[in-house]
């Protein structure tokens, strides 16, 4: 992949797959970045492509010696459970892989000092929690330090860590894998986009995003009417939005108008 958006590997993948799987993705496809003709006229032979999600035939770790984590960071939002029940019954059924942690309370839980204990990941407890919202790993924001999480990984012999998050988290994910490079470990680290925001580049659609806007319709149907049953009535509704900017007197503003009504 020439670009940018080249996604480096460990190293040469050898082990078959354990995938009971007809299909499978070639290393060498991809998704094109830009399938209008002025780009490709002008890609001289090398367009920009992003690399095509799904099965390998071949892959790098072996399973039955696989040690898996889970993180999820940042706001809560729809789907999360769904996302560590997926995660955690595939590796287990279709890899055969049978040690999966999950790190509680974000990236706290791997910094020791903060006494976040992981709890194993079986299918066993993972069967319902697609029925539940919020996530059982629990949350939490803020940077942590990259080389105490590093050293986390590799003293519990964890070698692929999955970080369910939105841009804050991913960016948290970006610098453990600069870190793990610059230390030379075997470490896989795969993001997972989720916010409600639906913002994150070259994301199409993050999973709980149609459920946030779905829930917003009847509050804000609520508002509208309330607002036309009185004379110059005004209807306010406060929405999350991380690219929403007011400045600091309409802020105080839009704070006191919530507060009022």
Same mark, same amino acid.
């Given at each position: 992949?020439?670009?940018?958006?080249?996604?480096?590997?460990?190293?040469?993948?050898?082990?078959?797959?354990?995938?009971?799987?007809?299909?499978?993705?070639?290393?060498?496809?991809?998704?094109?970045?830009?399938?209008?003709?002025?780009?490709?006229?002008?890609?001289? =032979?090398?367009?920009?492509?992003?690399?095509?999600? =799904?099965?390998?035939?071949?892959?790098?770790?072996?399973?039955?010696?696989?040690?898996?984590?889970?993180?999820?960071?940042?706001?809560?939002?729809?789907?999360?459970?769904?996302?560590?029940?997926?995660?955690?019954?595939?590796?287990?059924?279709?890899?055969?892989?049978?040690?999966?942690?999950? #790190?509680?309370?974000?990236?706290? =839980?791997?910094?020791?000092? /903060?006494?976040?204990?992981? $709890?194993?990941?079986?299918?066993?407890?993972?069967?319902?929690?697609?029925?539940?919202?919020?996530?059982?790993?629990?949350?939490?924001?803020? @940077?942590? +330090?990259?080389?105490?999480?590093? +050293?986390?990984?590799?003293?519990?012999?964890?070698? $692929?860590? /999955?970080?369910? =998050?939105?841009?804050?988290?991913?960016?948290?994910?970006?610098?453990?894998?600069?870190?793990?490079?610059?230390? %030379?470990? +075997?470490?896989?680290?795969?993001?997972? @986009? %989720?916010?409600?925001?639906?913002?994150?580049?070259?994301? &199409?659609?993050?999973?709980?995003? &149609?459920?946030?806007?779905?829930?917003?319709?009847?509050?804000?149907?609520? *508002?509208?009417?309330? *607002?036309?049953?009185?004379?110059?009535?005004?209807?306010?509704?406060?929405?999350?939005?991380?690219?929403?900017?007011?400045?600091?007197?309409?802020?105080? #503003?839009?704070?006191?108008?919530?507060?009022?009504?």
């Amino acid at each position: 992949m020439v670009s940018s958006y080249a996604i480096k590997q460990l190293g040469k993948c050898k082990i078959k797959s354990p995938l009971q799987s007809s299909f499978f993705v070639q290393e060498n496809n991809g998704i094109l970045l830009d399938a209008s003709v002025a780009s490709c006229r002008n890609c001289k =032979g090398n367009p920009l492509f992003l690399e095509e999600a =799904g099965p390998r035939q071949l892959i790098y770790f072996d399973p039955s010696l696989s040690k898996a984590a889970i993180v999820t960071c940042g706001g809560l939002c729809p789907g999360l459970n769904d996302v560590i029940r997926a995660i955690t019954m595939v590796l287990w059924y279709r890899y055969g892989v049978r040690s999966i942690i999950g #790190l509680r309370y974000g990236y706290e =839980g791997l910094v020791p000092s /903060f006494g976040h204990q992981p $709890i194993d990941l079986t299918p066993e407890l993972v069967e319902d929690i697609h029925q539940k919202g919020g996530t059982i790993l629990g949350s939490s924001r803020g @940077p942590q +330090d990259i080389a105490v999480m590093v +050293d986390f990984l590799l003293s519990s012999r964890i070698n $692929i860590l /999955f970080t369910i =998050g939105g841009d804050g988290t991913q960016r948290g994910a970006l610098e453990i894998v600069k870190e793990i490079e610059k230390r %030379k470990l +075997d470490i896989s680290v795969v993001g997972i @986009p %989720k916010t409600i925001d639906n913002d994150i580049f070259l994301t &199409e659609r993050t999973f709980g995003f &149609e459920t946030a806007v779905a829930m917003t319709r009847l509050p804000i149907s609520a *508002a509208h009417m309330e *607002a036309k049953g009185a004379p110059y009535g005004v209807g306010l509704v406060k929405l999350w939005g991380g690219n929403l900017v007011l400045l600091p007197p309409m802020q105080r #503003l839009l704070q006191v108008m919530l507060i009022w009504c």
